[in-house]
């Protein structure tokens, strides 16, 4: 499926009808578009699906159609507060995933030909502010966007925006290119009313995950969002929704979001390389492997995310110290 969650079908999907697969949420972890890391983040997974859980319920219950049916334990489908334990299987409904053909470029015309039943080709990110480390920020500066794009006067660090911006990036090329409205629009494979939907519903989800998360001091600063088409053609939300490593938390401040691991590297000499590399063809070899987290970091992060799913889900799964106390442990360590 991917390079931190596998993919089990159970039934494939087809044109007409959705399949059925489960989600495994690993402990593994990707920063900078490289693809798996060296090390595993004990009970990461558990802590992703048991968030992404939480979020995909509170969607349902506001109306909003997901692919989410229940979380497995034991061999059965139950609901979040049903289980007994954590969990890192999810149970869900599959769309097809139809690629753009790749020819100069990348050709996505096949997507205004399909009827229905495919994810959407497009990561949709809701910016609540501009945190240090937006890209936001670099496309500013690089003279990719302007302000006025996003009906802003000025786009500057440290920024809370008075309403959320939506913003595009493609989902199924080998690096994320980001788009405007209008080539989003034109490679989505959805009409106008439809693509207006969808942008809504971005928006609700960024409400319902603000409004969930400031329940417990976090704030919610930005995300990313995944769609697709039904068998009826209904916009649903897919992939995994409202976790740390979807959205980017602070804490009073401080990320607690998968940016602690991208800020650990960033001081690497890994990194200065693919900054340089980056795009390049076979920029991965290129850029060699990436060194290991150090103990202490790879056990606090595990630590943290552990902690945000007892306090995000209001239920105790695991046996750590609340986030505040794990914060201040991370401040220490990162001096």
């Not at 869900?92 to 470029?105: D, H, I, S, T, Y």
């Not at 942008?199 to 976090?218: H, M």
């Amino acid at each position: 499926m991917g390079s931190v969650k596998d993919l089990f079908v159970i039934e494939e999907p087809k044109e007409d009808k959705m399949g059925l697969a489960d989600f495994v949420f690993s402990d593994r972890y990707s920063v900078f578009d490289y693809g798996v890391m060296p090390d595993l983040i004990e009970h990461k997974g558990e802590s992703l699906c048991l968030i992404s859980a939480y979020f995909f319920e509170k969607l349902e219950s506001c109306g909003i159609k997901t692919h989410y049916i229940g979380l497995v334990e034991n061999g059965k489908v139950k609901r979040l507060d049903e289980i007994s334990e954590a969990t890192n299987v999810m149970r869900v409904k599959l769309a097809r995933v139809v690629k753009p053909e790749k020819k100069n470029g990348y050709d996505y015309s096949i997507f205004r030909k399909l009827k229905g039943n495919f994810l959407i080709p497009l990561e949709v990110i809701y910016r609540n502010s501009i945190p240090k480390g937006s890209s936001l920020l670099r496309r500013v500066k690089e003279g990719k966007v302007k302000p006025e794009d996003f009906g802003l006067k000025e786009i500057k660090e440290g920024m809370k925006l008075e309403k959320p911006i939506i913003d595009f990036s493609t989902k199924l090329e080998d690096i994320d290119r980001y788009l405007s409205h209008e080539e989003a629009k034109e490679i989505s494979g959805l009409n106008d009313e439809e693509f207006e939907r969808l942008k809504d519903i971005a928006l609700k989800v960024d409400e319902i995950i603000t409004s969930e998360v400031s329940k417990v001091s976090l704030e919610n600063e930005d995300g990313k969002i995944e769609f697709a088409l039904d068998e009826f053609r209904n916009i649903i939300v897919v992939d995994a929704v409202g976790t740390p490593d979807e959205c980017r938390f602070s804490y009073d401040g401080f990320e607690v979001s998968k940016e602690l691991l991208r800020s650990y590297y960033r001081k690497t000499e890994w990194y200065r390389k693919l900054k340089e590399v980056k795009g390049k063809p076979n920029w991965r070899e290129m850029v060699g492997k990436p060194p290991r987290l150090s103990e202490d970091i790879r056990l606090l992060a595990s630590k943290l995310y552990m902690a945000l799913c007892n306090e995000i889900t209001g239920k105790r799964f695991f046996d750590v110290p609340k986030l505040g106390e794990i914060i201040k442990e991370i401040k220490e360590v990162m001096k």
